[in-house]
């Protein structure tokens, strides 16, 4: 007989593969057991379509066996009419007797909710296993129910002696000189896949003109982000080709605009920047933005400690002069070597409130 952690362990497997394809919503795994058995296995493949308990009933050939079985879900069941009918509504009418939970829904629409109707008909619930991994899948969905605001990852690529890119020659061309490797490169495009935003400053944006897409992994592409206060990106650069949704925040919004998936914000540049753009993101319910860079914003975000983790990519190169890496301190979740680079996995030890 195997255990509970067990078969939460595979929900939260199954939930994985929702991975870039159901925000806003969180990735849910579920799966039914009949007499140490999985009979039955599904998971929220894409927002707006069936919720994880749908399909894993569904996939059970003997309905009969439904009513002597448990179903194991890495979130609490929805009580609410959303986008589909309640999953508790569904489990019930199952007679499923048994249900084994690894989280509450921090939406407000059910947190508990599920539970109490599903303990009102009778049946048996447990929560809490494998809580803290069941969480941990949906930061960006648990910051956006509990902070009001998107998950912020920071990310960039150092030399060993610090440096985040070589001292630019006013007038030359910029001589480019990759800091990440084949390897760690493929790494960004995952976690850009993954995430639901990505956002980049001016200089950045026009000294490197990238494209900030996910080139070398199959995935979705994040919402471009692009902070361009006076709008010195020029209009033919990549992150303006409006092939992907695309905000930019600005002092001042051009007259006209004809791009169909790139839209422009206007918002202050002071302090209160960092907050006006959560408190945007959060309405248009993005609910996890990567920081790419340059160093200035890199360190805007550290000074307001508006992060949750940083991701440092330190490769073995020298470059002696140069823009300076940020400077951080945080809790070291991993540091390992990755190819010839060291990946250090940071994260902040105080939760960034914007209220
Ligand atoms: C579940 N199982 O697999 C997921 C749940 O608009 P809807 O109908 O898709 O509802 C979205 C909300 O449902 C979402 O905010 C979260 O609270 C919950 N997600 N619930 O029972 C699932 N993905
Ligand atoms: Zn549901």
């Given at each position: 007989m195997y255990t509970d952690e067990y078969y939460m362990q595979r929900c939260l497997q199954l939930a994985a593969n929702g991975s870039g394809h159901v925000s806003p919503n969180p990735m849910v795994g579920a799966v039914v057991v009949h007499k140490g058995k999985i009979i039955g296995e599904g998971y929220?493949?894409?927002?707006?379509k069936a919720h994880a308990e749908v399909n894993a009933i569904n996939s059970?050939?003997?309905?009969?066996l439904l009513c002597e079985s448990t179903i194991y879900v890495s979130l609490e069941p929805c009580s609410h009419y959303g986008k589909t009918p309640p999953c508790s509504q569904l489990i019930i009418d199952s007679r499923i007797p048994k249900v084994v939970i690894a989280t509450l829904d921090p939406y407000f629409k059910v947190s508990g909710r599920g539970i109490n109707m599903l303990k009102e008909a009778g049946i048996e619930v447990k929560t809490g296993v494998l809580e803290a991994e069941a969480r941990n899948l949906n930061k960006g969905f648990f910051a956006a129910q509990q902070e009001n605001r998107p998950y912020i990852y920071l990310k960039w690529a150092q030399t060993?002696?610090?440096?985040i890119d070589r001292a630019r020659v006013e007038g030359k061309p910029k001589i480019p000189t990759p800091i990440s490797n084949t390897y760690t490169r493929m790494l960004v495009h995952k976690m850009r896949s993954e995430v639901a935003s990505i956002m980049v400053a001016t200089n950045t944006a026009v000294n490197?003109?990238?494209?900030?897409?996910t080139r070398y992994w199959a995935g979705r592409n994040p919402v471009r982000l692009i902070l361009d206060r006076s709008l010195r990106?020029?209009?033919?650069y990549q992150v303006l080709d409006d092939n992907v949704d695309t905000i930019v925040f600005c002092e001042k919004a051009p007259e006209n605009n004809n791009r169909k998936r790139t839209s422009f914000v206007e918002i202050p540049f002071g302090k209160e920047m960092i907050p006006v753009i959560m408190r945007e993101l959060h309405s248009r319910k993005i609910n996890s933005v990567l920081v790419e860079g340059g160093a200035l914003l890199l360190q805007s975000f550290i000074d307001a400690k508006a992060w949750d983790e940083a991701y440092i990519e330190v490769a073995d190169?020298?470059?002696?002069?140069?823009v300076k890496a940020p400077r951080i301190d945080g809790v070291l979740i991993d540091d390992k070597e990755i190819g010839c680079s060291q990946a250090i996995h940071l994260s902040n030890v105080e939760k960034y409130k914007i209220l």
């Open positions: 929220h493949r894409e927002y707006g059970v050939k003997d309905k009969s060993r002696d610090g440096y490197d003109n990238p494209s900030l897409t990106v020029p209009s033919d190169i020298i470059f002696e002069s140069g």
